[in-house]
């Protein structure tokens, strides 16, 4: 992962995050595995709680982008590796104390299983669907009735890489502002927001939606929450943490931070939603694709603000 360097001093007013060198690349590759995690784990839950029939976006629809959002996930992350070659060895030894051999692995595990839940559900979206070799039809017909098993696997993995995208970065201790356990949490709901954002863009189901949104809105207060308390603990902690955080409380995050991340992709639409609900306003695509810009912004400024903050800064 790239790192900036701050040589113009040690005041917040010099650091301008606009002149930063922004590596796309990481922001991209952590927004798209918590928007895999949220679809996954929404697909798993309701189809182990029987609710197939009465959530097919979730269960079947959109799980069928979730391998190539994915294959875009990791394709950015190699283009982040400066030795491309060598990505091999991520699979030959496994390291508990590495946050980045627990996050290879867990992708390397919900990977096939994002292909083989969209293998399952792929005639039911498509009922005219024909496989075009007759192995792959028996490679189907097993996996269905393994359907539950996978279900429960991918539940389970859908968590760890929604907790791996936020603990990638805490683990960096040089970097006081993602030196912080409320990232794993923060962008494990994240994901489950978008998720669930994505769902109701899809979704034709009144029911459905309804319910998506009531999950929204819950991930968006839960979010709120965690926000307000990675802040909160800055602030108590140590000078160059204080620090880090007055990047967001007065310094040249402030605005893009509070007004389009949480302004814009998280109170704005959520609010929106309770109206929504209430019936006091017609539903809209709205506040689903502001959650979604919201999301991805909030990982880009993460990483930079990350990048910019340092022991030394």
């Given at each position: 992962?790239?790192?900036?360097?701050?040589?113009?001093?040690?005041?917040?007013?010099?650091?301008?995050?606009?002149?930063?060198?922004w590596?796309?690349?990481?922001?991209?590759?952590?927004?798209?595995?918590?928007?895999?995690?949220?679809?996954?784990?929404?697909?798993?839950?309701?189809?182990?709680?029987?609710?197939?029939?009465?959530?097919?976006?979730?269960?079947r629809?959109?799980?069928l982008?979730?391998p190539?959002?994915?294959?875009?996930?990791?394709?950015?992350?190699?283009?982040?590796?400066?030795?491309k070659?060598?990505?091999?060895?991520?699979?030959?030894?496994?390291r508990?104390?590495?946050p980045?051999?627990?996050?290879?692995?867990?992708?390397a595990?919900?990977?096939?299983?994002?292909?083989?839940?969209?293998?399952?559900?792929?005639?039911?979206?498509?009922?005219?669907?024909?496989?075009?070799?007759?192995?792959?039809?028996?490679?189907?017909?097993?996996?269905?009735?393994?359907?539950?098993?996978?279900?429960?696997i991918?539940?389970?993995?859908?968590?760890?890489?929604?907790m791996?995208?936020?603990?990638?970065?805490?683990?960096?201790?040089?970097?006081?502002f993602?030196?912080?356990?409320?990232l794993?949490?923060?962008?494990?709901?994240?994901?489950?927001?978008?998720?669930?954002?994505?769902?109701?863009?899809?979704?034709?189901?009144?029911?459905?939606k309804?319910?998506?949104?009531?999950?929204d809105?819950?991930?968006?207060?839960?979010?709120?929450?965690?926000?307000?308390?990675?802040?909160?603990?800055?602030?108590?902690?140590?000078?160059?943490?204080?620090?880090?955080a007055?990047?967001?409380?007065?310094?040249p995050?402030?605005?893009?931070?509070?007004?389009?991340?949480?302004?814009?992709?998280?109170?704005?639409p959520?609010?929106?939603?309770?109206?929504?609900?209430r019936?006091?306003?017609?539903?809209?695509?709205?506040?689903?694709?502001?959650v979604?810009?919201?999301g991805?912004?909030?990982?880009?400024?993460?990483?930079?603000?990350?990048?910019?903050?340092?022991?030394?800064?």
């Amino acid at each position: 992962m790239r790192e900036l360097t701050v040589t113009s001093g040690r005041e917040m007013a010099h650091i301008d995050p606009y002149l930063a060198i922004w590596g796309w690349e990481i922001p991209l590759y952590l927004f798209i595995g918590g928007l895999v995690s949220g679809i996954l784990f929404f697909a798993a839950l309701y189809f182990i709680r029987g609710k197939e029939a009465e959530m097919p976006t979730v269960v079947r629809i959109t799980p069928l982008f979730a391998p190539l959002f994915l294959a875009a996930g990791l394709v950015a992350l190699f283009l982040d590796l400066e030795y491309k070659f060598h990505v091999f060895r991520f699979y030959t030894n496994i390291r508990l104390e590495s946050p980045m051999s627990w996050g290879s692995w867990t992708l390397a595990v919900i990977f096939p299983l994002s292909f083989a839940w969209a293998m399952i559900q792929v005639e039911k979206v498509f009922p005219n669907w024909r496989w075009p070799f007759p192995w792959l039809a028996s490679v189907v017909s097993f996996l269905k009735k393994y359907a539950r098993v996978i279900a429960w696997i991918m539940l389970i993995y859908a968590l760890l890489l929604g907790m791996y995208t936020g603990i990638l970065l805490s683990a960096f201790n040089a970097r006081p502002f993602w030196n912080t356990s409320i990232l794993g949490p923060l962008f494990l709901v994240s994901g489950f927001s978008t998720g669930a954002a994505l769902n109701l863009l899809l979704s034709r189901s009144e029911h459905e939606k309804r319910l998506l949104t009531r999950i929204d809105v819950i991930a968006i207060g839960v979010e709120i929450f965690l926000i307000i308390h990675m802040f909160m603990g800055f602030l108590a902690s140590t000078e160059v943490q204080i620090r880090a955080a007055n990047l967001f409380l007065g310094g040249p995050y402030t605005a893009p931070f509070w007004v389009f991340v949480v302004g814009l992709g998280l109170i704005f639409p959520g609010l929106v939603e309770i109206l929504e609900l209430r019936g006091k306003i017609a539903a809209t695509r709205i506040p689903a694709l502001l959650v979604l810009f919201g999301g991805i912004l909030l990982r880009f400024i993460i990483v930079d603000a990350g990048q910019v903050s340092g022991w030394g800064f």
